[in-house]
């Protein structure tokens, strides 16, 4: 019995919007629909639910295959122009019955073409006179199968990437580039053999420049230009590859083009295509947001494409990224409504995990309030979170610094039927260590876990660890780093201390579970500032031996300050072996370490070990650079061991290695006052003139005071004048330094007369002059009976504010020893009383004596 059918409202609208779509355009002067065609046009229509519809969405390719008698084998991704009138046919295999319709129901009907429009599985034929670019034949067998004789290149391609397939992240690159080098030499020799390539081969090479490649944009690039010159259509997962290429070196723009080639090509994108784009869009650090909202609104305008949660995800995790400095608020919430719309209509569990997931992320990212609001607008919506949820939700609590509003949540929570586990005594834990309010309300129940409000932070986090202790929980590494931070911040008492240390062998109990790197680079700075070096050293081979944690430029930059304070403490056994580690892994120690571990070798007059450090740092690969060398010449001069600097010098000048002509200069310095300082007068002459000629060092002030300073200590007073002529001749005026060498020279020289003279030759305008070599003036004029001229420079000294303790000492040994004990007993009144200076022990009993006598001489 035939029953017959009639078509419901889903049926003439799916049909409708068949006709009316922008991508097809249908011709129904066409006859190649055949009956059946005609028979849907004609049936009466009559109410049926769109779901209903929907039920019969398998019957696509049994209950209606319109037959078309061109391009039966035409791709059903693939569109035609939009400005040629085509019938309405849908591609199927001629071997296909057409099944009678008095047997079809309206549902399968209305499901047939609402299938057909929603997966576009509609196929095309050119109108008539219309011409069109032949496309490449879907081969339904291979090559070998239709047994058409191809090239052993060919064949192999075709192997390779066969097996290829299956395992794509066990391929090495060599794999890679041999394949590459078979599908190049077929391109270049026999490229009619690749139209044989099927467009899972197409898409397995792809992925193999995508994956194995590291110039992975170029070669896909390159490839997709050979594939269209032949005339060989991409797939949307090839496409899909091309956009993730161009994102993997961080090109968006250029992915975003990868879409007009699609559109170019006829293939239509889905919703999986644009949410790869926004996605490349949303991980450009959050700059360029507003092209991804942009992309959802084409997708939905130009395509009818729904976004589906891993849509509104991205959006909403783009907003809420680490990178927006200021979160927009409306769009997170118009997103997430979004979100939630399509959730409900899942599973109960399904979404409840989803959104727990996504609570984990807002967290983890620190937009806690965030993190409340979509927590409260799932409660609203009459969803009720597991445990792991009310975690997320106590976490985001704490973060926001309201412990208050944590507790409240605790409590309903509670309210719930839910019990702590051990992530809520930790949400509980590091919420107050980090805040300086804390619980109200403290008892070790279920009801309460919170501590008293008159506790501090760390004391509630105290009881509250005990609580959970109680409850029979194990605390992980996470609740020990947040106690060990807590007490690095606590005052340094010794209690605090030795709970410190306890604190952190429970840190590093667990082998599994490790400490960041932050937390011990943050110990070893906290004890090297309170002066425990050998603490400071276990912690760094803790985290070096025990986690074997590869190091950042925080952690080695507190590690060569371990260095340099061991050095200046003088320990080298440590600092040197520190010094190794370094090296073994990988690490270069910095000039102002060397220098350090210098100084300290110098210090024990080793500068064979220094030189042995220098060697190994050299075959490390660590150069020698100029603030090395001088600290090298430097302390081979204060050993007076002038020989081993002069070799240092000669050894830097040989590298060819640029330096400072100030550095130079300097070096040149210490070298010609190592030569004076030995008496060597030959060397000294030889060395400065070889200065002049040979290194093109101009000398400065400080080398000629340090040629007139030898030569006067030697008796030379001929050189010392010529030295003046030169400094004249060179513009180089006189120095204070320079007046008290010449003074003290003159008093050593017993010639008072001609160190007054230099007194009286020196400018005394805007400078402080000497006052040591004034103080020893004074003395020699004393001694020489020469009063009057003394305390014409002690007038001088004090009318330049230049009176030093010296000074006073050396008037009042001068008066006394003349006798003029009243003048001694006024100086040193005013000593005490107005300049508040304090006499030498030793001459404090001969003063006292001479202030004492009452008889005086008259000066």
């Not at 609104?297 to 680490?322: A, C, I, K, V």
């Not at 409340?372 to 979170?385: D, N, P, S």
């Not at 030379?716 to 008290?740: C, F, H, K, L, W």
């Amino acid at each position: 019995m035939k029953i017959p059918i009639y078509p419901n409202l889903g049926t003439w609208l799916h049909f409708r919007l068949m006709v009316t779509s922008p991508w097809y355009s249908f011709s129904l002067g066409h006859r190649q629909y055949h009956s059946v065609a005609s028979r849907l046009a004609c049936l009466r229509p009559f109410d049926m639910p769109f779901r209903a519809a929907s039920a019969g969405r398998n019957a696509l390719n049994k209950a209606f295959p319109l037959f078309c008698t061109r391009y039966i084998h035409r791709s059903a991704t693939t569109l035609p122009s939009p400005n040629v009138a085509l019938p309405f046919v849908t591609c199927c295999p001629p071997h296909v019955r057409l099944v009678n319709l008095e047997r079809c129901t309206p549902t399968a009907c209305a499901a047939t073409l609402s299938m057909a429009l929603r997966r576009r599985m509609l196929s095309t034929a050119v109108a008539e006179r219309a011409e069109a670019k032949p496309l490449r034949p879907q081969h339904r067998e291979s090559f070998e199968k239709r047994k058409v004789p191809v090239s052993a290149e060919m064949a192999e391609l075709w192997t390779k990437l066969i097996s290829m397939r299956k395992s794509l992240m066990e391929t090495t690159e060599e794999d890679m580039q041999y394949v590459w080098k078979l599908y190049c030499q077929l391109y270049k020799e026999n490229r009619s053999e690749l139209q044989w390539l099927r467009p899972k081969n197409i898409n397995t090479l792809f992925r193999l420049l995508y994956m194995h490649s590291v110039n992975s944009l170029g070669l896909v690039k390159h490839l997709q230009m050979q594939l269209t010159s032949l005339n060989l259509k991409l797939s949307l997962a090839d496409y899909q590859i091309i956009m993730e290429t161009n994102a993997k070196v961080d090109k968006p723009q250029k992915a975003r083009a990868v879409l007009y080639d699609m559109k170019r090509d006829g293939v239509v994108p889905t919703v999986e295509i644009y949410n790869t784009l926004i996605k490349i869009y949303v991980e450009c650090n959050g700059t360029r947001i507003e092209i991804a909202e942009n992309l959802v609104d084409e997708m939905q305008r130009e395509w009818g494409l729904h976004p589906n949660t891993q849509t509104f995800m991205q959006m909403l995790l783009g907003y809420l990224s680490p990178w927006q400095t200021v979160v927009d608020e409306k769009r997170v919430r118009h997103y997430f409504a979004k979100l939630m719309d399509i959730e409900e209509k899942s599973a109960f569990q399904k979404t409840i995990e989803n959104v727990t997931a996504l609570l984990n992320v807002v967290v983890r990212w620190r937009r806690y309030e965030t993190a409340l609001f979509m927590f409260e607008a799932v409660m609203e919506r009459g969803l009720k979170f597991k445990l792991a949820g009310w975690n997320m939700a106590l976490k985001a609590c704490a973060g926001t610094g309201d412990m208050e509003k944590t507790e409240i949540f605790l409590q309903r929570m509670t309210e719930d039927e839910l019990s702590p586990d051990a992530e809520t005594f930790k949400a509980l834990i590091i919420g107050n260590l980090t805040q300086s309010r804390p619980f109200s309300g403290a008892t070790n129940t279920r009801e309460s876990l919170a501590p008293a409000s008159s506790l501090t932070g760390l004391d509630a986090s105290i009881k509250t660890f005990r609580a959970m202790l109680a409850a029979g929980f194990e605390p992980d590494t996470k609740i020990y780093t947040s106690f060990v931070e807590a007490y690095m911040r606590a005052e340094r008492t010794p209690e605090n201390i030795v709970i410190l240390d306890r604190l952190y062998t429970a840190m590093i109990s667990d082998l599994e579970d490790p400490p960041a790197l932050g937390t011990f680079e943050r110990l070893v700075e906290f004890h090297i500032k309170r002066g425990a070096l050998a603490e400071a050293r276990r912690v760094y081979y803790d985290a070096r031996q025990r986690f074997a944690i590869p190091f950042d430029s925080g952690m080695i930059q507190q590690v060569k300050r371990l260095i340099m304070r061991f050095a200046q403490h003088r320990l080298m056994l440590s600092a040197t072996a520190l010094i190794y580690d370094m090296l073994y892994i990988g690490s270069k120690p910095n000039s102002r370490v060397t220098c350090s571990l210098i100084e300290a070798h110098a210090y024990y007059k080793d500068m064979e070990g220094a030189r042995q450090l220098v060697e190994v740092l050299r075959e490390h690969g660590i150069e020698t650079d100029n603030w090395v060398y001088g600290t090298m010449i430097f302390h081979y001069f204060k050993l007076d061991d002038v020989r081993s600097a002069r070799e240092l010098y000669e050894e830097r000048m040989a590298s060819g290695a640029s330096c400072k002509p100030y550095v130079l200069r300097q070096w040149c310095n210490m070298l010609l006052n190592g030569y004076l300082k030995a008496g060597n007068i030959n060397a000294a002459t030889r060395f400065f003139n070889q200065m002049l000629e040979r290194d093109q060092v101009t000398p400065d002030l400080v080398t000629f005071n340090t040629l007139l300073n030898g030569y006067l200590a030697l008796g030379m007073n001929d050189e010392a004048v010529r030295t003046m002529g030169m400094m004249e001749v060179r513009g180089i005026r006189p120095s204070m330094y320079t007046i008290s060498i010449l003074i003290f020279a003159h008093i050593g020289q017993q010639d008072v007369k001609g160190a007054l003279n230099v007194f009286h030759a020196m400018p005394h305008a805007g400078k402080r002059p000497p006052i040591g070599a004034l103080t020893a003036l004074i003395l020699a004029l004393f001694r020489n009976g020469d009063v009057e001229n003394a305390e014409r420079i002690w007038a001088f000294l004090k009318r330049k504010e230049a009176v030093s303790p010296n000074v006073y000492q050396a008037m009042m040994v001068g008066y006394g020893q003349a006798g003029a004990y009243d003048k001694v007993r006024a100086l040193y009144k005013k000593m005490r009383n107005g300049d508040k200076f304090t006499l030498e022990e030793g001459l404090r009993p001969m003063v006292e004596q001479w202030v004492a006598k009452d008889e005086n001489k008259v000066v």
